[in-house]
């Protein structure tokens, strides 16, 4: 298990995390979210022993990741897969590590094998594509056989087929007691990799749960209403009826309404009671990167002057709140679920282990710190040591 007591990094004037506590246990996924900057990869890399808290503790096992015995055994890692000496061959790189751990050569051909780059074993890794190179990075951190294993955006690069064998193997690892922690931007990847979420954002926890009941105290389900579009005057007609009823009603921008606060028996009462015919009437329920994006909206450091959400907002009607981004979900019968207690639905609604994001405190003035000025005091997890500082093998001339 991996537990995290009130872990700080602050560079500067700069605090990447502030006060996070969390526990990652063996047996599950559990994905690790948050926007750009939101401070995972330093998350990861104190875990690691790779960068040394401001204050706070996280350990592997109850132990320092730096004081745990022949760490590369116990802990793999995949935190830079361009980490690699780029002269090495696959096998060379693997092999050099395995010296280091005192592991065994003909597990380097294990891994290979497990990760399908026997064939390219003896090439040059600097001729690898980015989705070998990830592979590569996911055959050093599962060299050691490990039961803690970490990896930062592990399908990085790689193709559908790709992507595929990741969730496969996360939940594969998983499934042999292993403690997976794995970080990844790609919540429809998430949705149907992770166990559990740990979101943060601007370095604090916003939620510590299932991927199912994050999804569920982070979006609001809706009916989806659609009128013919040869009447516009039947979906005003609608809308205020529906209006009339309690409901809150958003206009989408391919003409149907959203509608919440209303369930479909009343919303199709109302439009028979109006004389509005309907072409659709369906239940909707949120995916996890609506709840994800509902979740930290509030937390987001970068966004895109070309957003379309932050266009929607100022567009918006006095009154009216811009229907949120949310992808296609495929309908799930005909009867939405009652809506929500009330309260829950909300973004970092109390009770749901969620937080708002407090003003991180400025750091004291302190030197910044660059981890890559700071020697390691031991070797870490396998791909998270640099690979120049291994021992040079003698290169296979391919
Ligand atoms: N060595 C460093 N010196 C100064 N600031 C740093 C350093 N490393 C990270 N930061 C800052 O800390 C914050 C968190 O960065 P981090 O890379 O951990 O975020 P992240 O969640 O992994 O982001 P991304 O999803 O973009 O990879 C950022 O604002 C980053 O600029």
């Known amino acids: ?10 560079y500067g004037d700069k605090t990447a995390v502030h006060n996070l506590s969390f526990q990652v246990r063996p047996g599950a996924v ?46 793999g890692a995949l935190l830079d897969a361009k980490a690699v000496h780029g002269g090495r061959s696959a096998r060379n790189h693997l092999l050099s590590l395995a ?15 497990v990760v399908g780059l026997q064939e390219v074993a003896r090439k040059r890794s600097k001729g690898f594509s980015l989705g070998m190179g990830q592979r590569l990075g996911i055959a050093a951190a599962l060299l050691g056989d490990p039961q803690v294993l970490l990896f930062d955006e592990p399908v990085n690069g790689l193709d559908p087929e790709g992507i595929l064998w990741v969730r496969n193997l996360m939940k594969q690892l998983a499934a042999e007691g292993r403690t997976v922690f794995v970080s990844s931007h790609l919540m429809s990847e998430m949705a149907l990799t992770a166990d559990h979420l740990i979101v943060i954002g601007r370095g604090q926890l916003l939620a510590d749960m299932s991927v199912t009941d994050f999804i569920s105290a982070n979006s609001a ?31 989408e921008p391919d003409g149907a309404l959203r509608v919440m606060g209303l369930e479909l028996p009343r919303i199709s009462d109302l ?20 709840a994800y994006m509902r979740m930290t909206q509030g937390a987001v450091d970068y966004r895109s002057s070309d957003d379309k959400k932050s266009g929607l907002m100022e567009q918006a009607r006095p009154g009216f709140a811009p229907p949120p ?26 009770g749901t282990r969620t937080a708002a994001v407090p003003p991180v405190p400025p750091a004291p003035a302190a030197p910044v710190q660059d981890p890559r000025l700071a020697p390691p005091v031991v070797p870490p997890a396998p791909q998270a040591t640099a690979p120049a500082a291994a021992p040079t ?5 391919r």
Not at 43 to 63: A, N, Q
Not at 99 to 108: E, F, W
Not at 232 to 248: C, D, F, H, I, V
């Open 99 to 113: 010296q280091l751990s005192g592991i065994p050569a003909r597990r380097v051909d294990e891994v290979l094998g």
């Open 1 to 10: 298990m991996i537990e995290a007591v009130g872990l700080t990094k602050r």
């Open 393 to 397: 093998l003698s290169e296979d001339p």
């Open 271 to 290: 439009a028979h009671e109006t004389g509005v015919r309907l072409w659709e009437l369906s239940p909707h329920r949120a995916s996890l990167e609506e």
């Open 325 to 350: 981004q949310v992808p296609e979900v495929p309908q799930q019968g005909w009867y939405a679920p009652p809506p929500p207690a009330q309260g829950v639905q909300a973004p970092f609604a109390p």
């Open 30 to 75: 559990t994905g690790f979210l948050g926007p750009n900057g939101a401070g995972k990869s330093t998350t990861m890399r104190m875990i690691l022993g790779l960068d040394t808290p401001s204050e706070g503790t996280v350990t592997i096992g109850g132990r320092p990741f730096r004081q745990t015995p022949n760490a590369p055994r116990q802990v």
């Open 221 to 251: 389900d809706f009916a989806r209403v659609r009128t013919p579009d040869t009447d516009p005057a039947l979906r005003e007609k609608l809308s205020a009826a529906l209006n009339g009823a309690g409901g809150q009603v958003m206009p």
